[in-house]
């Protein structure tokens, strides 16, 4: 079974806007990634975070960690409609395997 | 730097053929992966390479078949094909198993 579980499944949002998901997983990890994918298109990684970090920033995406809650948080500020797109999580499990969820659609509106 | 290359990028097929999804990688990079993504399901890892001449089972290897020729290359092989397998299939690599991926455009194979 897929070991992590993204929500919500779709969010809209005004431009200028914040936008958050999170993520939630089921085994312990060494680390968890979060990525984007655009329509009809492959997944672009944005930002990997390590078990023993609890948060991280990379322009305007920020990253949350709760190990002890097995949950993630990403965080998009000043939303673009070039972020609208689908947004996934990933943890390595069982070897180091990548393990993805479901995703959070977002569409930012103008 | 091409990155990641999936060959075809659309196929149709009919029950019961076969065929082989290529896949190749110019970063050298030691870990490969095959995924498939349905509708509502995300990504499900069919199966996995730490290196070459390697490989693992993921989470839906049922009906599908890997080579690991080198250290470059990936391939999937579906002996019998299925509707079922109708689907949007992913290559990936990375430098290590659980570091950031990077992906091929996907094959988008159909199963009449």
């Known amino acids: 079974s897929q070991q992590g579980e993204e929500d919500p499944q779709a969010l809209s949002i005004q431009e200028g806007e914040n936008a958050t998901m999170n993520c939630s997983y089921k085994t312990s990890i060494n680390n968890l990634q979060w990525y984007r994918q655009n329509s009809g298109r492959g997944l672009v990684h944005l930002i990997l975070?390590?078990?023993?970090?609890r948060e991280k920033h990379s322009g305007r995406l920020r990253v949350t960690l709760d190990t002890s809650k097995k949950s993630s948080s990403l965080l998009i500020t000043a939303s673009r409609a070039a972020d609208t797109a689908s947004y996934f999580c990933?943890?390595?499990?069982?070897?180091?395997?990548?393990?993805f969820g479901a995703g959070t659609t977002v569409t930012v509106r103008a | 730097n091409a990155g990641v290359t999936q060959t075809p990028k659309f196929q149709v097929l009919k029950t019961g053929q076969s065929m082989t999804l290529q896949c190749a990688q110019d970063m050298n990079h030691n870990s490969m992966y095959w995924y498939r993504q349905d509708p509502g399901m995300g990504l499900r890892l069919i199966y996995y390479?730490?290196?070459?001449?390697?490989?693992d089972k993921g989470e839906v290897p049922n009906g599908y078949n890997v080579s690991r020729l080198n250290k470059r290359e990936f391939s999937l092989r579906l002996e019998s094909a299925a509707p079922s397998q109708t689907s949007v299939y992913f290559c990936?690599?990375?430098?290590?198993?659980?570091?950031?991926?990077?992906f091929g455009q996907g094959t988008r194979l159909t199963v009449v």
């Open positions: 390479s730490a290196s070459e001449g390697t490989t």
């Open positions: 990936a690599s990375s430098d290590q198993g659980g570091t950031e991926a990077f």
């Open positions: 975070i390590r078990s023993n970090e």
């Open positions: 990933a943890t390595d499990y069982n070897d180091y395997k990548l393990s």
